[in-house]
């Protein structure tokens, strides 16, 4: 069973993307994680409310669970589609009320250096998921545990799930979580991640539906 973790602080935040983008965010930290690492969990839109009617019996509140990517959330790196999940999660979570959880999950868990280790390897040739294999790392290291803690510690055990990840549910599910419908994100295909994008959907049953390039 997942032991439970604790809301440490809650403050508000206000966001502001790119592209102009404005969201207002109540972002929890915790204690007592099952890593020991500080993720946050992030409150949009009304998602009191989104809580309150999953309660009653309503639909369950949507929710993203996303890993860290310096170099796609911040920098604005093509060769992921990582930035542009994070802005449309925002997005749609805000509209609907729910949660966005940030995971200090760099790299598929590898972290950032090896992260660009592992693009230098792909350079060479090697798919995503053989450059971690060739750096000693499995082919995804993330766990969701610390996700589940954070969200059965507002309230949340039924969600509707934002992701293209099985794995993502998988592990959800196994942490005290009902998944009660997986929500695809858009594709957000570009010729510098295309490999990417093809990899994740050939070797991790990603729901992703390519179409051609743009």
Same mark, same amino acid.
């Given at each position: 069973?997942?032991?439970?973790?604790?809301?440490?602080?809650?403050?508000?935040?206000?966001? +502001?993307?790119?592209?102009?983008? /404005?969201?207002?965010?109540?972002?929890?930290?915790?204690?007592?994680?099952? !890593?020991?690492?500080?993720?946050? #969990? #992030?409150?949009?839109? !009304?998602?009191?409310?989104?809580?309150?009617?999953?309660?009653?019996?309503?639909?369950?509140? &949507?929710? +993203?669970?996303?890993?860290?990517?310096?170099?796609?959330?911040? &920098?604005?790196?093509?060769?992921?589609?990582? $930035?542009?999940?994070?802005?449309?999660?925002?997005?749609?979570?805000?509209?609907? $009320?729910?949660?966005? #959880?940030?995971?200090?999950?760099?790299? /598929?868990?590898?972290?950032?250096?090896?992260?660009? !280790?592992?693009?230098?390897?792909? !350079?060479?040739?090697?798919?995503?998921?053989?450059? =971690? #294999?060739?750096?000693?790392?499995?082919?995804?290291? +993330?766990?969701?545990?610390?996700?589940?803690?954070? &969200?059965?510690?507002?309230?949340?055990? +039924?969600?509707?799930?934002?992701? =293209?990840?099985?794995?993502?549910?998988?592990?959800?599910?196994?942490?005290?979580?009902?998944?009660?419908?997986?929500?695809?994100?858009?594709?957000?295909?570009?010729?510098? =991640?295309?490999?990417?994008?093809?990899?994740?959907?050939?070797?991790?049953?990603?729901?992703?539906? &390519?179409?051609?390039?743009?």
């Amino acid at each position: 069973m997942t032991p439970l973790a604790m809301v440490r602080t809650r403050v508000q935040i206000p966001l +502001r993307f790119a592209d102009g983008f /404005r969201s207002t965010a109540d972002a929890f930290t915790f204690r007592g994680l099952a !890593d020991r690492k500080e993720h946050l #969990l #992030l409150g949009l839109g !009304d998602w009191q409310g989104a809580l309150a009617g999953a309660k009653a019996g309503s639909i369950a509140p &949507l929710v +993203r669970p996303h890993s860290e990517c310096l170099t796609g959330d911040v &920098l604005g790196s093509q060769r992921c589609d990582c $930035g542009p999940q994070l802005r449309e999660a925002a997005e749609r979570i805000t509209c609907e $009320g729910g949660f966005l #959880l940030y995971l200090r999950q760099e790299g /598929r868990g590898i972290g950032l250096y090896e992260k660009l !280790d592992a693009y230098s390897l792909q !350079d060479r040739g090697l798919d995503t998921y053989a450059a =971690n #294999l060739a750096l000693g790392h499995g082919e995804d290291e +993330r766990d969701y545990r610390a996700a589940a803690q954070m &969200l059965l510690a507002v309230g949340v055990d +039924r969600i509707r799930l934002l992701s =293209n990840n099985p794995d993502k549910a998988i592990q959800l599910k196994a942490n005290g979580i009902t998944v009660a419908e997986r929500v695809p994100t858009a594709v957000h295909l570009s010729p510098a =991640n295309a490999r990417y994008l093809t990899a994740k959907r050939d070797h991790t049953d990603h729901t992703i539906d &390519l179409g051609p390039l743009p």
